[in-house]
Nanobody, 122 residues
């Protein structure tokens, strides 16, 4: 069955870095876009970044542009989110999800991982 499993979250100080991984199984990753989303307590789910299936085009929310980098390794069935210069406002549960389209609209995604907690605090 289709599965997406996030890992790499944790506690980091402001200005630090983390790399999240999204391991995909049960489908051919090459044919799908993958998006990263986050949700903080009391806030709506927010699109962070996504990467297309075709040419690897990438998209970022303005709040993370220049600090986060999304990449994919289809041979390893894994998508990564490198997060640098982390800020307290980046604290949230981060989810990866699958879509036929590279979009920041979460309703276009059909399968989701369970999420990984990222906490940025001193």
């Amino acid at each position: 069955q289709v599965q997406l499993v996030e890992s790499g979250g944790g506690l980091v100080q402001p200005g630090g870095s983390l790399r999240l991984s999204c391991a995909a199984s049960g489908f051919t990753l090459d044919y799908y876009a993958i998006g990263w989303f986050r949700q903080a307590p009391g806030k709506e789910r927010e699109g962070v970044s996504c990467i297309s299936s075709s040419d690897g085009s990438t998209y970022y929310a303005d709040s993370v542009k220049g600090r986060f980098t999304i990449s994919r390794d289809n041979a390893k069935n894994t998508v990564y989110l490198q997060m640098n210069s982390l800020k307290p406002e980046d604290t949230a549960v981060y989810y990866c999800a699958r879509s036929r389209w590279a979009t920041m609209f979460y309703h276009k995604y059909d399968y989701w991982g369970q999420g990984t907690q990222v906490t940025v605090s001193s």
